[in-house]
């Protein structure tokens, strides 16, 4: 099944690293995804992870 078909258009996504990503579309293909941090204290959006990230 190729991506297009997967792309979960409420998971935008710009991570091309990431074997989840539709490499044609700025999205990605899971169901649901894991947001985290690796922060004590989160402060701003780059305190942020995508827990479910898996690199290609
Ligand atoms: S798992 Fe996370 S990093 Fe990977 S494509 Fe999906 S949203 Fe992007």
Redesign the pocket.
């Known amino acids: 099944m190729s991506c297009h078909l997967n792309a979960n258009r409420s998971?935008q996504?710009t991570?091309t690293q990431?074997k989840?990503?539709c490499d044609a579309e700025n999205y990605?293909?899971?169901e649901q995804?894991q947001v985290g941090t690796h922060e004590a204290d989160p402060t701003v959006k780059q305190c942020t992870d995508?827990m479910?990230?898996?690199k290609k």
């Open positions: 998971i996504c991570v990431c989840h990503h990605c293909s899971l995804i995508c479910s990230f898996d």
